[in-house]
C-alpha cells in the first residue's frame, strides 16, 4: 500500500510540474485591436501599442488605460502597485485578458513590457 501512495504522490507531483511547464511556454496570441471580439472573451492576448493615457486611482491600486494600435483604441485595467509612467512616443508590449465591462470589450492586463 505504501509504495503505490508513493507512486501516486510522485505521479501528481509530476503533473503539476508539467502543467506548470507548459503554461510558461504557451504564449499568448498576437493580435491588433479592430481584432477584438466578443468571440474572443475571456482569451489571453499579447498587443503593441501606444499608451494613450493612464489614470491612476491610488487608494485602490488601480489604473485605467487607454491604449493605441494602427488599427484602433481600447480601454484597459491593470491591478498593479507599479504605477505606469508613459511615453507617448514609446511602444509597449501588453499581456492579459480581454473581458467585457458594461457591454464594452477592455483588456484586463497581465504584463507591460516596454519595448526598447
Known amino acids: 500500500m505504501k509504495n503505490r501512495e508513493l507512486l501516486l504522490l510522485l505521479l501528481s507531483i509530476f503533473g503539476i510540474f508539467s502543467l506548470l511547464l507548459i503554461s510558461n511556454l504557451i504564449k499568448p496570441e498576437k493580435v491588433f485591436i479592430t481584432e477584438i471580439t466578443t ?8 498587443l503593441i501599442v501606444n499608451i494613450t493615457r493612464v489614470t491612476n486611482f491610488q487608494d485602490k491600486n488601480f489604473q485605467i488605460l487607454n491604449l493605441e494600435d494602427e488599427t484602433g483604441t481600447i480601454t484597459a485595467t491593470s491591478n498593479s502597485k507599479e504605477k505606469i509612467e508613459i511615453n507617448k512616443s514609446q511602444l509597449y508590449q501588453i499581456m492579459g485578458r480581454i473581458t467585457l465591462y458594461n457591454q464594452t470589450l477592455q483588456i484586463n492586463i497581465n504584463e507591460i513590457i516596454e519595448i526598447v
Open 39 to 46: 468571440e474572443r472573451i475571456n482569451q489571453q492576448v499579447e
